[in-house]
């Protein structure tokens, strides 16, 4: 009785669904978070009789034969990398991508991280780091007697003091960008990892070569869309009870065959 | 002569087979690009000798595929394809090419447009498309043609098996033509959308009820079937 382990595989893609769902609505306000969506695909065919077997003496062959499908599962669960919305903060150190690419962060490991989570923070020593303390690459540190900073769509950032007119440069923030950006390993805490997937990382200066540009003073809004989100839990629910049915037809079709005297 | 349980028998497997159809059907109710399985019944005629009646089987001898259009979804992805009307995408995969309606793609680490398998789709002259890695914005046009910051980069293609009848499916939504592929003119394709899975809830459910039942029917048949010949046994024996 193979209805009753397909419509099992029918429930748990339908769960994991509902799992990616609770997910995005959970991240709804993280800054720079992107929608998941998960995809699913059929699985491999029983052949009964396999197309074009012949099937009779004279040559006939079946047109079509008999396949029958063994479930689902799950295929990939894939990054909707869209554009968040803007929210206008007014840090000085809050910027935004608008566009393509990735603030590139040196993690305690010593590995490189990647984020479009763009509140940024100034470390006791100056020096600018994300809201966990990783410091940005490239090294940037501003000064301690610094009146303020501005940081340009270039990723230029100056700093203005009190005894001088003209600001200095202080350095410029980069973009990574990938080839596959959903192939980027998501570890938490807004951070993606390069794999084998993604690409290596092609740093460059925000506005050139595809990257997109900074704004001071704003960060990227989650780009989950709470309506879809909504329509799609309904759906998903609704799919989990329709395969939950066929185990009820299957076990009673089940039961019908043991009363057989 | 005892054969009338035999005949029930073919028809209480072939249900079970359906009800799989059904299952797999319903299991598959997300799964982009799927398309919806069929079952059909053949008789099956069986002669017996010395001028009795021939005794007719129901065999599971036909699958089915529905392609009928699913419903579009929105998602909005730069690589979400739906192909409008018919026609499938191509794809390479290491048994030979393929066809997909599932259109989830995503460049590799290499710029080569891939399904979420890894499996490279082929464009209208079956070679692979390229996207450049530095591209700002990709948009697709209903044709297929493929541009990067407005200059186009490929044409996707879209074909249509030789004999439909003889699409094989595999997993990972996608079917094999034996008899080969052929381009398609006249669908279009869609950017930032998927197509869902054609099928329909109501008209699964309504036939896993019909399943169910005509199962049931069999199962008393086989009950009343055993009742006759038991009392034959007793009339007989006393």
């Known amino acids: 009785m193979r209805a009753l382990t397909i419509a099992a595989t029918g429930m ?21 978070y992107n929608a998941r969506r998960a995809e699913f695909s059929d699985m491999s065919y029983q052949q009964l009789a396999r197309a074009g077997t012949i099937s009779s003496a004279d040559g006939t062959v079946l047109p079509t034969g008999v396949q029958l499908g063994l ?43 990647y984020t479009r989570d763009g509140a940024l923070k100034r470390a006791a020593d100056g020096q600018v780091v994300t809201s966990d303390g990783y410091p940005v690459v490239p090294d940037i540190t501003i000064p301690e007697d610094a009146r303020s900073i501005s940081i340009n769509a270039e990723g230029e950032l100056y700093a203005y003091f009190n005894d001088r007119v003209e600001p200095e440069l202080m350095g410029q923030l980069t973009l990574a960008n990938f080839s596959n950006a959903k192939g980027l390993e998501a570890i938490g805490g807004n951070l993606f990892l390069e794999t084998g997937a993604s690409g290596a990382a092609n ?53 019908a065959t043991t009363q057989l005297r | ?65 529905d392609s009928r259009q699913g419903p579009l979804t929105q998602t909005g992805g730069t690589f979400d394809f739906a192909i409008e009307g018919e026609g499938f995408f191509l794809i390479d995969t290491p048994s030979g090419e393929r066809l997909t309606r599932a259109g989830v793609f995503t460049p590799n680490a290499e710029g080569e447009l891939v399904t979420m398998s890894g499996y490279q789709v082929l464009d209208n002259g079956g070679a692979p498309i390229f996207i450049p890695p530095d591209a700002e914005a990709i948009s697709l046009a209903a044709d297929g043609t493929m541009s990067a910051d407005g200059l186009p980069i490929a044409q996707i293609g879209l074909y249509q098996p030789v004999d439909p009848t003889g699409l094989t499916r595999e997993d990972g939504v996608r079917f094999a033509s034996e008899a080969g592929v052929e381009p398609i003119e006249g669908a279009s394709i869609l950017q930032g959308f998927v197509e869902d899975s054609n099928v329909d809830p109501v008209s699964e459910i309504a036939r896993m009820i019909e399943v169910q039942r005509s199962y049931e029917l069999g199962q008393t048949f086989l009950d009343k079937e055993d009742e006759r010949i038991r009392s034959v046994l007793q009339t007989l024996g006393r």
């Open chain 1, 12 to 32: 748990s893609a339908q769960q994991m669904r509902v799992e990616t769902i609770s997910n995005n609505l959970a991240n709804m306000n993280t800054t720079g």
């Open chain 1, 71 to 113: 479930g689902v599962r799950p295929s990939s669960v894939t990054v909707q990398l869209a554009q968040g919305s803007l929210s206008q903060t007014g840090g000085d150190l809050d910027v935004a991508i608008e566009g393509n690419g990735y603030l590139e962060v040196t993690l305690p490991s010593g590995q490189s991280g």
């Open chain 1, 203 to 255: 740093v460059g200066v925000p506005g050139e070569n595809g990257l997109g540009t900074l704004r001071q003073g704003y960060l990227e809004d989650s780009s989950v869309d709470a309506v879809r989100e909504v329509t799609e839990l309904i759906e998903a629910q609704r799919g989990y009870e329709l395969n939950a049915k066929v185990i009820t037809a299957a076990d009673q079709m089940l039961a």
């Open chain 2, 1 to 65: 002569m005892e054969s009338s349980g035999y005949v029930t028998l073919t028809r209480q497997t072939g249900l079970m087979k359906e009800l799989q159809a059904v299952a797999n059907n319903l299991a598959n109710i997300s799964t982009t690009g799927f398309r919806k399985e069929g079952v059909i019944f053949a008789e099956h005629i069986e002669r017996l000798g010395n001028g009795e009646a021939s005794l007719s089987m129901a065999t599971a001898s036909v699958r089915n595929t």
